[in-house]
């Protein structure tokens, strides 16, 4: 029997400013806040580490290098029918909220929230290329700027 190595994708959500600025290339860094238990330490699956322990990032809900972020952002599906030789066939396209002028969104109909989103409709995978914990305060201008 053949077992297939899937690489793990967790989804990640990002706001519309922050999809253009990935897809522009300007963003090659995100941040999220780590969640501590009541002892101040990270925590997963019954384990728990100290910020200073390197082993820390194992409690990092979006994964480690190697692993895939597939983005969620504010989506409208849109059912279009097709030819297809002689078939016609409905095939679902979506739009962005992102790509789309405020003045001409607002007309459009009913926007989906990004934690609604599905991950056929996804248009952005990124890859985990480094995990680490540092405070806040010590975030380097070039980290910043990333």
């Not at 849109?78 to 739009?95: K, N, P, S, V």
């Not at 056929?120 to 305060?137: F, G, N």
Request: aromatic residues 6%; positive net charge.
């Amino acid at each position: 029997m053949c077992s297939e190595n899937k690489i793990p994708e967790r989804p990640i959500l990002f706001s519309g400013e922050m999809v253009l600025a990935i897809l522009d290339g300007r963003k090659t860094q995100t941040r999220r806040i780590v969640k501590l238990n009541h002892a101040g330490r990270a925590q997963l699956d019954g384990h728990n580490w100290h910020l200073g322990d390197p082993n820390a990032i194992k409690a990092c809900p979006y994964g480690r290098p190697g692993d895939r972020l597939w983005v969620r952002e504010t989506w409208m599906p849109d059912h279009t029918q097709e030819l297809i030789g002689a078939q016609e066939i409905w095939r679902d396209i979506y739009h962005y909220r992102a790509d789309i002028p405020i003045d001409i969104a607002s007309g459009m109909g009913r926007w989906r929230p990004s934690i609604h989103m599905p991950r056929v409709a996804s248009r952005i995978d990124l890859l985990i290329k480094d995990v680490r914990t540092e405070r806040l305060q010590q975030i380097s201008t070039e980290d910043a700027v990333a």
